[in-house]
């Protein structure tokens, strides 16, 4: 399971290491995309499989459809994660989240999320001040 919140360096060459409790699931490989919110997303290859599962059923003729699956497909990279668990984070994918030299790494169970620093920090300011609400809504 993949939990936590974890503050990560990026060298000059662009790599991160992975954090150490969550090299397990990404032992096989992992794909790196584009996120939601401005942020990375980072999917073990067993659950990169579900949701390409999921995404050749959603229907061809929707405008929506379409974009969205151009946007996480072209946008993807499959990597694997070398002996001390750093993986390349592409230039594309950098620049897209306003990476530079370090990033906090976000565990939310199935997959991780790679967010600019000072981004997290705003965007879990805001959801906290949501978060009884949030969970009263969705029935938690």
């Known amino acids: 399971m993949l939990i936590g919140q974890h503050k ?19 032992e096989g490989g992992l794909v790196i995309t584009k996120g939601l919110d401005k942020c ?16 050749k059923e959603m229907p061809e003729g ?3 459809s379409r974009g969205f699956k ?3 497909f072209s946008n993807a ?6 002996g001390q668990g750093r993986v390349l984070l592409p230039t594309h ?18 997959k991780v999320e790679i967010w ?8 879990d300011k805001q959801t906290r001040e949501r978060y009884e609400e949030a969970a009263s809504e969705i029935g938690v």
Do not use: C, H, T
């Not at 600019?116 to 965007?123: I, T």
């Open 93 to 110: 994918l950098r620049d897209e989240a306003r990476l530079e030299k370090e990033a906090m790494v976000i565990g939310l169970s199935d």
């Open 8 to 26: 990560r360096a990026i060298d000059a060459k662009g790599r991160m290491i992975l954090p150490r409790d969550y090299r397990e699931e990404f």
């Open 77 to 82: 990279s499959k990597l694997i994660p070398d």
């Open 62 to 64: 929707n405008f929506d």
């Open 116 to 123: 600019n620093p000072d981004s997290w920090l705003e965007y």
């Open 40 to 55: 990375l997303v980072i999917y073990p290859i067993s659950e990169w499989e579900k949701l390409d599962g999921k995404i």
């Open 70 to 72: 151009r946007q996480l």
